[in-house]
């Protein structure tokens, strides 16, 4: 049965504090809020048969409620030697691995049972990072992230806002997004100088997928390189008749620009023109 909000009584151990400073070449804010982390983790919703993926657990913040929660299998990753070595001593049964969680093996981590993935990512690397994981990663349940507050807007928009752009395009024909809550600074020590956002991931149900993720991110980083540009002049090189024809089909105008278009239809559009990435 999951765990969720009945845990508010649910005090986390006292003592275990790791002393280890922040290092600010890999983005270190520490998250210090119990409340906080209580409510990031009560949104995975937690159950026995689960495999729990915290990715840069930091200093044990949410681990302890990860582990109070009782996963089938508690991984993390941490780039951070001593806070890695640490992390045992604060979360019981976790198996920690230091490494860059941005040299992960996605395709590899899709046969975990029931997978979830959860972290505060540190601002530098959550966007490259969601990049790679969304589309990669063949199965899992959902992912719950901290991100910086911008990030998240992005992530969450809808196409004719002003925060559409290609990360949301791209995540778009893999996963839904759902933004969950805002986070002040005053809940990290150092404090960071910008708000966070707590974001929800859901895979989409199985359907096309694009053929070419190479060739789609590159049609979606040079549609939105000029975001003001009309389509027609941004694929001025490729356009035809046909071209035309298939913005009709689907309700688009030719003078309409790339923050207007869906995800999927930047699929069917990269798909259409056949265009492939350099891999």
């Given at each position: 049965?999951?765990?969720?909000?009945?845990?508010?009584?649910?005090?986390?151990?006292?003592?275990?504090?790791?002393?280890?400073?922040?290092?600010?070449?890999?983005?270190?804010?520490?998250?210090?809020?119990?409340?906080?982390?209580?409510?990031?983790?009560?949104?995975?919703?937690?159950?026995?048969?689960?495999?729990?993926?915290?990715?840069?657990?930091?200093?044990?913040?949410?681990?302890?409620?990860?582990?109070?929660?009782?996963?089938?299998?508690?991984?993390?990753?941490?780039?951070?030697?001593?806070?890695?070595?640490?992390?045992?001593?604060?979360?019981?049964?976790?198996?920690?691995?230091?490494?860059?969680?941005?040299?992960?093996?996605?395709?590899?981590?899709?046969?975990?049972?029931?997978?979830?993935?959860?972290?505060?990512?540190?601002?530098?690397?959550?966007?490259?990072?969601?990049?790679?994981?969304c589309a990669k990663i063949p199965v899992f349940e959902?992912?719950?992230?901290?991100?910086?507050?911008?990030?998240?807007?992005?992530?969450?928009?809808?196409?004719?806002?002003?925060?559409?752009?290609?990360?949301?395009?791209?995540?778009?024909?893999?996963?839904?997004?759902?933004?969950?809550?805002?986070?002040?600074?005053?809940?990290?020590?150092?404090?960071?100088?910008?708000?966070?956002?707590?974001?929800?991931?859901?895979?989409?149900?199985?359907g096309p997928r694009p053929e070419s993720l190479s060739?789609?991110?590159?049609?979606?980083?040079?549609?939105?390189?000029?975001?003001?540009?009309?389509?027609?002049?941004?694929?001025?090189?490729?356009?035809?008749?046909?071209?035309?024809?298939?913005?009709?089909?689907?309700?688009?105008?030719?003078?309409?620009?790339?923050?207007?278009?869906?995800?999927?239809?930047?699929?069917?559009?990269?798909?259409?023109?056949?265009?492939?990435?350099?891999?």
């Open positions: 049965m999951a765990r969720r909000e009945s845990r508010r009584g649910l005090q986390a151990p006292a003592g275990s504090e790791v002393a280890a400073p922040p290092k600010r070449s890999l983005g270190q804010n520490f998250l210090v809020d119990q409340n906080i982390s209580r409510k990031i983790v009560a949104a995975l919703c937690i159950e026995a048969q689960d495999t729990i993926l915290e990715i840069g657990p930091g200093r044990g913040a949410l681990s302890t409620w990860i582990a109070m929660a009782g996963p089938g299998r508690f991984l993390a990753v941490e780039k951070d030697m001593a806070l890695a070595m640490a992390l045992p001593g604060r979360a019981a049964g976790v198996a920690v691995a230091v490494m860059d969680a941005l040299r992960l093996d996605w395709t590899r981590l899709g046969r975990l049972p029931r997978l979830k993935l959860v972290g505060n990512l540190p601002y530098n690397v959550a966007s490259p990072l969601v990049w790679d994981m959902y992912a719950v992230f901290m991100v910086q507050h911008e990030v998240a807007r992005r992530m969450a928009a809808r196409p004719g806002t002003g925060e559409y752009g290609a990360l949301t395009a791209w995540m778009g024909n893999f996963v839904t997004v759902d933004y969950l809550f805002k986070v002040p600074p005053t809940v990290f020590r150092p404090r960071p100088k910008v708000d966070s956002a707590v974001v929800r991931l859901v895979p989409l149900s199985p060739g789609l991110a590159t049609f979606l980083k040079r549609c939105f390189s000029n975001r003001r540009k009309q389509m027609r002049h941004t694929l001025k090189a490729l356009w035809t008749d046909d071209v035309a024809q298939l913005f009709e089909m689907h309700g688009y105008l030719p003078s309409c620009r790339a923050e207007e278009l869906s995800p999927e239809f930047f699929r069917i559009l990269a798909k259409t023109l056949k265009i492939h990435g350099a891999s």
